[in-house]
């Protein structure tokens, strides 16, 4: 893959990959799926309020780089590189519904 354009040559897919200075938005890897399933189950209340069920979640983590019904997973890599630690985030596209900008 070459890391420039996020263009994976043998697959033909897109690797979805937004740098800032300090960040970079990419697609969760296979290997990481587990080790956030694992982090979910151990967090306490204040951080999930109510456990996913595991396989609609790791189905949807899966997916992770691919607009889905207007959805779009991330992870997300802080520039730390003691701590680096992909962290999941939700995107969603809010279609404009036919209203026209003001």
Known sequence: MDP???????AGTRDVRIRGSRLLLRALQPGEIEEEWRAMVTAGPMVIAELPQEAAFKARLQRSGHLEDGWL??????????????VPVRIRNHPSKGRTAR
């Open 4 to 10: 420039e354009d996020g263009l994976d040559a043998e």
């Open 73 to 86: 997973d991330l992870a997300i890599d802080l520039g730390i590189q003691a701590a680096s630690h992909a």
